[in-house]
């Protein structure tokens, strides 16, 4: 039996690397938990799949061009946070977002 616990849940594309390290350390960094799977579809999909599963109902995807924040209300293909994954500062900010989200605290906005 898979027990999830109560955490953010990242998919990340399969052929990435380390694409999902800043993010990571963000949703550390606020507090709140995380738990990673890989998949090979598109940001959106992903995160969208990655909203379903979470008991706290926020995903992310990423791919090899971007990450996106999806929320389980959300309609298939909207997104709350879109970001490309090649600024560091930026993939962190979302995991604070993400953590943010969770704990009912206001979003980070940096253009």
Known sequence: ????????VIF???????S???????IEEEG??????????NA???????????????????DDKVACIVL???????ALFVD???DRIKMRILGYNAARYVKG????IKD
Not at 51 to 62: E, F
């Open 1 to 8: 039996m898979d027990i999830i616990k109560p955490s953010i």
């Open 12 to 18: 990340k594309w399969k052929q990435s690397l380390n």
């Open 20 to 26: 999902y390290s800043e993010i990571a350390l963000g």
């Open 32 to 41: 709140a938990l995380y738990t990673i799977y890989e998949s090979d579809e």
């Open 44 to 62: 959106y999909e992903m995160a969208y799949k990655a909203a379903l599963k979470s008991k706290l109902g926020i995903g992310i995807g990423i």
């Open 72 to 78: 389980r209300n959300m309609k298939k293909g909207q």
């Open 84 to 86: 490309n994954i090649e």
């Open 105 to 108: 605290e206001p979003f980070i």
